[in-house]
């Protein structure tokens, strides 16, 4: 069971091949005041899974998180176009950090795994404020941290970016939900079992 609204990690645990289904969290998002980025994206990771066990009691339950900053400030979703502009300048040559944090939780047994994943991409200086406005019409990043969308054409914004999983900065790193399906008893590359007859 996947605890998130978002069509991007959706998308991405597709590519697993399970059955699952997809419940909102309904969690707040905001960050608790002094909390670290890191700090913030275990948290509601941990937040959303937790929220969603509260209705299936007996299932494995997904949640995700991911908060992205650059020299000390949150780059939240902007909503409208023109503040995806603005972040988009304001980060021009800069490096960002995202931080993408996952929990697994089977709510039948109450184990709960957690990893946390840091990407770091390095913004192209030579942007121009007419190629930012285009990228953002063309791409509508709007609901995405960090204002662009690597898995599209914001990934023509960046000089480069370091990541253990290409995966985490879409916002569900894969390899390391493959690794803590496993410890659950879900491999992705093994048949689910029949129910019995």
Same mark, same amino acid.
């Given at each position: 069971?996947?605890?998130?609204?978002?069509?991007?990690?959706?998308?991405?645990?597709?590519?697993?091949?399970? %059955?699952?289904?997809?419940?909102?969290?309904?969690?707040?998002?905001?960050?608790?005041?002094? %909390?670290?980025?890191?700090?913030?994206?275990?948290?509601?990771?941990?937040?959303?899974?937790?929220?969603?066990?509260?209705?299936?009691?007996?299932?494995?339950?997904?949640?995700?998180?991911?908060?992205?900053?650059? *020299?000390?400030?949150?780059?939240?979703?902007?909503?409208?176009?023109?503040?995806?502009?603005?972040?988009?300048?304001?980060?021009?040559?800069?490096?960002?950090?995202?931080?993408?944090?996952?929990?697994?939780?089977?709510?039948?047994?109450?184990?709960?795994?957690?990893?946390?994943?840091?990407?770091?991409?390095?913004?192209?200086?030579?942007?121009?404020?007419?190629?930012?406005?285009?990228?953002?019409?063309?791409?509508?990043?709007?609901?995405?941290?960090?204002?662009?969308?690597? *898995?599209?054409?914001?990934?023509?914004?960046? %000089?480069?970016?370091?990541?253990?999983?290409?995966?985490?900065?879409?916002?569900?790193?894969?390899?390391?939900?493959?690794?803590?399906?496993?410890?659950?008893?879900?491999?992705?590359?093994?048949?689910?079992?029949?129910?019995?007859?």
């Amino acid at each position: 069971m996947l605890a998130s609204s978002s069509v991007y990690r959706r998308a991405l645990l597709d590519r697993f091949g399970l %059955e699952f289904e997809v419940v909102s969290p309904e969690v707040d998002e905001q960050a608790r005041p002094g %909390e670290l980025p890191g700090d913030t994206a275990r948290r509601l990771a941990l937040a959303k899974s937790e929220a969603v066990a509260q209705q299936f009691p007996d299932a494995v339950i997904i949640g995700s998180d991911q908060v992205a900053c650059c *020299e000390g400030l949150r780059l939240d979703k902007p909503l409208l176009a023109s503040r995806a502009e603005e972040a988009l300048l304001a980060v021009r040559g800069k490096s960002i950090d995202f931080h993408t944090a996952l929990c697994v939780f089977d709510s039948g047994s109450g184990k709960r795994l957690q990893h946390t994943d840091l990407t770091r991409v390095q913004m192209r200086a030579d942007l121009d404020p007419a190629s930012i406005r285009r990228y953002v019409e063309l791409d509508r990043p709007l609901d995405c941290a960090g204002s662009a969308r690597i *898995e599209s054409l914001g990934v023509a914004l960046l %000089e480069r970016c370091q990541s253990d999983d290409p995966t985490a900065l879409v916002g569900l790193p894969l390899i390391a939900l493959a690794r803590l399906l496993r410890d659950v008893g879900i491999d992705p590359l093994q048949p689910a079992p029949r129910p019995p007859a």
